[in-house]
C-alpha cells in the first residue's frame, strides 16, 4: 500500500514539474540580488546524481570523494581497472583465483566485494545474481574519468550500494579527429596492442577503440587473452538536446591457477600443480542509448535505456579431483531497463535549489548449468540447471538546499521492489518466488568555513537483498527462502581542504552498522542454513590529499585505518577476516625536463585475518609493501614509457583462507616490467 502511494505520488510530481517549464525558465529570469558566491578557479565537477549529468563542485557535496582522470590514469600506469584503486582511501583489492587480472576490489571493510555499486556510463554493471562486479570487462584505455562517492548511496542506487558507487565514464570524441596507437611487451610475454580515435563530423562525434591484451602469466595456468571492442557516437540536433550510443564488447580467456600452502609457495610460487586446467571465459557485451534534453534554463531530463548480456563458463578442478573429480559451471544473464531523472534548478524561498525525480526499472534474467567432470575437466555430465527472471523498481527523490550562503543540504529517498522467480529445471519442487520492498533515506550537509576549507557530514540507510544461492538453490542443505535483506545505517563526518594552486584533499571519520546479515548456522540435525542473525559494525579514519606542490612535482598520499568487527554472536568482537587496518600509498610524479616524466608510486597494507578464520585465532595473512614506477619520454607526436612493478620483488599473497588449520594462499607476482610506445596521429 505504501509503494503504490510513493509511486503515485512521484508520477504527480513529475508530470507536474513537466508541465512547468515555462515557470521554471521564467523565475531563472528575473534578477535578484544573491549573496555574493565564494570563488575558487579549478572547474572540476563531480556527478551527484544517478546519471552522469551536469555536475557540482565535490568541495560542496558532502561526503568524501575522489575523481582520477585519464591523464592520471596514464601517468600511473594502470592495465586493468583494478590498479586505479590502489592510491584510493578505503579500497582494497586482492586476487583469489591467481592470474592478476580479476582482482575484487572493496570499499570499506566489505571484503566480500558485493557491497559497491558501479556504473559505466550511467549503467549499473553490478552483476544480478550475487551484486559484484566483473570489473576485468571494462576497457580501462576507453576511460575518461572515474569518479568515487563514499558513504551509503541505496537513495540513488538502491539495492547493494552500501559502502559507496564508483562510475566509469569514457571517452568523446573530440573537435579535432585523432588516431591513438600503443603497444607494450614485457614479463611473462605479456603484450598489449590498443587503438583508439575520436572526432566529429557537424551535429555528430565519434570514439572507438579496439585492444587485445594477452600474457603467459607468472604462474602456470595464470595465461590471459583479452579482447575489447569499443564504440561511442554522439548527435546534438541543437543546443538543448544531448543523444549518444553507446556499444562495448569484451572476450576473456583466462587461466585459474588458484591457491597454494605454506610448503608449496616455499618450493615454486609459480606452481599450479592442482589447477592446470581452470579456468574462466568471460563473453560480456553492452548496448546503451542516452538522451539529455533541456527544456528551459532550470529544468532538463537525462535518460537511459540500456541492453546486457554476459556468458561465463568456469572450470574448477583442485585437489580433490582425483577422487571426485571436477565441477564445470555455464552461467548466462541478460539485462534490460531505463533510467530517467527530471532535474530542476529553481529557487525555494528565495535561495538556490535543485531537486532531482527519478526512476529504474530492470529485469534480468540469468541462471546457470552445472556439469561434473573427469579431473582433467572432461567428460561434463549435467547435475543441475536453473533459471531466475528477477524485476527491480527504483523510485527515487533528491533534493539539495542552500538555506544561506555557504551551507548546502541535501536529503535523497528511495523506493525499490525486486522480485524474484525461481525456476531449477532439474528439480521443479525447489521452484519460489520472492518479492522484497525497501525504502532507504539519506541526509547530508555541508559548510564552508572560507575558501579553503569545509565541513560536511551525511547519515544515511542502505540495504542488500539475499542472493538465489542463499535463498533457493540448495534446499536441504543452507537455502532460506525466508531471508530478509540485510541493513545498513552508516555516518560520516569529516573536512576538505583546498587551495588556489590545485591541492586538495580530505579527512573522515565513518561508522556503518550492520543488521540482519546473512549466516551459516550450522545444525547438528539437518546440516544448517543461512539465517538472519548477523551484525557487524564498520568503521575508520581516512586521509587524502592530492596535487601539484611545484611546477615540476605533484603527487598524493592517502591513509586509511578500517576496524571491521562482529557484533553478535560466538565471534562478536572480533575482526571481519581479510580486512587489514591500515592501508597507506605515495605517489610523486616529476617532470625531468621538457621530455622526461617520471612516477614513483609506494603502497603498505598491514596484516588481516584470513579467510574461516572468523575466532581470529589462527596466524594473520603478512602486511606487505610495494614499489612501483614508470619513466616516460615524450615524442614530438608519442611517447617512449617504461613500467616497473614490484620494483623490490616483495613475496607477498593478497587474499588467504583456512580449511581446517591449514593456510592456502594466492600468491601475487614478484618483479616485472613492460615497455612500450604510444604515437598520435593529428
Known amino acids: 500500500m505504501i509503494g503504490k502511494k510513493l509511486k503515485y505520488l512521484v508520477s504527480i510530481l513529475v508530470l507536474s514539474l513537466i508541465a512547468t517549464p515555462t515557470l521554471g525558465g521564467q523565475q531563472e529570469t528575473k534578477e535578484k540580488k544573491k549573496p555574493p558566491k565564494l570563488v575558487y578557479k579549478e572547474q572540476i565537477v563531480i556527478t551527484a546524481s544517478r546519471l552522469p549529468a551536469e555536475g557540482i563542485d565535490p568541495f560542496t557535496l558532502p561526503a568524501s570523494v575522489s575523481i582520477i582522470t585519464r591523464s592520471k590514469i596514464t601517468t600511473s600506469g594502470a592495465t586493468i581497472p583494478q590498479d586505479i584503486f590502489y592510491s584510493l582511501p578505503g579500497f582494497l583489492v586482492y586476487d583469489d583465483v591467481g592470474n592478476g587480472v580479476e582482482g575484487t576490489v572493496f570499499l570499506r571493510g566489505f571484503a566480500e566485494g558485493n557491497a559497491l555499486a558501479v556504473a559505466f556510463d550511467g549503467v549499473r554493471i553490478n552483476e544480478p545474481d550475487d551484486n559484484r562486479v566483473n570489473l576485468e570487462l571494462i576497457p580501462l584505455e576507453a576511460i575518461s574519468r572515474v569518479e568515487v562517492i563514499r558513504g551509503s548511496a541505496s537513495s540513488l542506487y538502491g539495492d547493494g550500494a552500501m559502502a559507496g558507487r564508483v562510475n566509469f565514464i569514457t571517452e568523446s570524441g573530440g ?27 557537424g551535429k555528430f562525434s565519434f570514439f572507438g577503440l579496439g585492444k587485445y591484451r594477452r600474457s603467459d602469466g607468472f604462474r602456470q595456468n595464470g595465461y590471459l587473452k583479452m579482447k575489447n571492442l569499443f564504440g561511442k557516437i554522439g548527435y546534438k540536433p541543437d543546443d538543448k538536446t544531448d543523444i549518444e550510443f553507446i556499444a562495448s564488447y569484451s572476450n576473456n580467456r583466462l587461466g585459474n591457477p588458484g591457491a597454494l600452502t605454506e610448503e608449496e609457495l616455499e618450493q615454486d610460487r609459480k606452481q599450479a600443480p592442482f589447477n592446470l586446467v581452470d579456468r574462466n571465459f568471460e563473453d560480456g557485451n553492452l548496448i546503451s542509448v542516452s538522451i539529455k534534453r533541456r527544456f528551459s534554463p532550470g529544468l532538463f531530463l537525462n535518460a537511459n535505456v540500456f541492453r546486457r548480456s554476459q556468458d561465463i563458463d568456469t572450470l574448477t578442478t583442485g585437489r580433490m579431483a582425483a577422487l571426485y573429480g571436477g565441477f564445470l559451471t555455464e552461467s548466462k544473464a541478460k539485462s534490460k531497463g531505463v533510467v530517467a531523472e527530471l532535474t530542476w534548478n529553481r529557487d525555494l524561498l528565495g535561495r538556490g535549489n535543485t531537486a532531482i525525480l527519478g526512476i529504474e526499472l530492470t529485469s534480468h534474467t540469468f541462471g546457470a548449468k552445472g556439469y561434473t567432470t573427469n579431473a582433467q575437466g572432461e567428460n561434463p555430465y549435467l547435475v543441475s540447471e536453473n533459471s531466475t527472471d528477477q524485476r527491480v523498481e527504483g523510485y527515487f527523490i533528491e533534493d539539495r538546499f542552500e538555506p544561506i550562503s555557504r551551507l548546502l543540504l541535501t536529503l535523497g529517498a528511495r523506493y525499490d521492489r525486486k522480485s524474484f522467480h525461481y525456476h531449477d529445471l532439474v528439480l521443479p519442487q525447489n521452484n519460489n518466488d520472492k518479492t522484497f520492498t525497501k525504502g532507504t533515506i539519506r541526509f547530508g550537509g555541508s ?48 573536512i576538505k581542504f583546498r587551495s588556489g594552486k590545485g591541492l586538495k584533499g580530505y579527512l573522515c571519520w565513518y561508522r556503518m552498522d550492520m543488521e540482519n546479515e546473512i549466516v551459516f548456522v550450522f545444525d547438528s540435525f539437518r546440516g544448517g542454513r543461512n539465517e538472519n542473525v548477523g551484525k557487524s559494525r564498520r568503521q575508520g579514519v581516512e586521509m587524502e590529499l592530492r596535487g601539484r606542490l611545484t611546477d615540476s612535482v605533484s603527487g598524493y598520499a592517502s591513509y586509511s585505518y578500517t576496524d571491521a568487527r562482529f557484533r553478535a554472536g560466538e565471534n562478536a568482537g572480533n575482526r571481519i577476516p581479510l580486512v587489514p587496518r591500515h592501508k597507506m600509498s605515495l605517489g610523486v610524479d616529476l617532470s625531468l625536463g621538457e621530455r622526461v616524466k617520471a612516477y614513483l608510486e609506494g603502497l603498505f597494507v598491514s596484516s588481516a585475518p584470513l579467510s574461516g578464520d572468523e575466532e581470529n585465532l589462527l596466524p594473520e595473512l603478512p602486511s606487505y609493501q610495494l614499489l612501483n614506477a614508470k619513466v616516460s619520454y615524450r615524442l614530438k607526436d608519442g611517447e617512449l614509457f617504461l613500467r616497473l612493478s614490484n620494483i623490490l620483488n616483495q613475496k607477498y599473497e593478497t587474499r588467504g583462507i583456512y580449511i581446517g588449520t591449514t593456510p592456502y594462499l594466492t600468491p601475487a607476482p614478484g618483479f616485472h616490467f613492460s615497455i612500450g610506445m604510444s604515437y598520435t596521429i593529428h
Open 447 to 494: 559548510y564552508q568555513l572560507n575558501p579553503k576549507f569545509a565541513l560536511y557530514g551525511n547519515i544515511g540507510k542502505a540495504f542488500l537483498t539475499p542472493t538465489v544461492i542463499q535463498m533457493f538453490a540448495y534446499p536441504t542443505f543452507g537455502s532460506n527462502p525466508d531471508l530478509v535483506p540485510t541493513t545498513a545505517l552508516s555516518y560520516e563526518t569529516g
Open 175 to 201: 573537435k579535432e579527429p585523432r588516431l591513438d596507437l600503443s603497444f607494450d611487451y614485457g614479463s611473462y610475454h605479456s603484450q598489449r596492442y590498443v587503438v583508439k580515435g575520436g572526432g566529429s563530423l
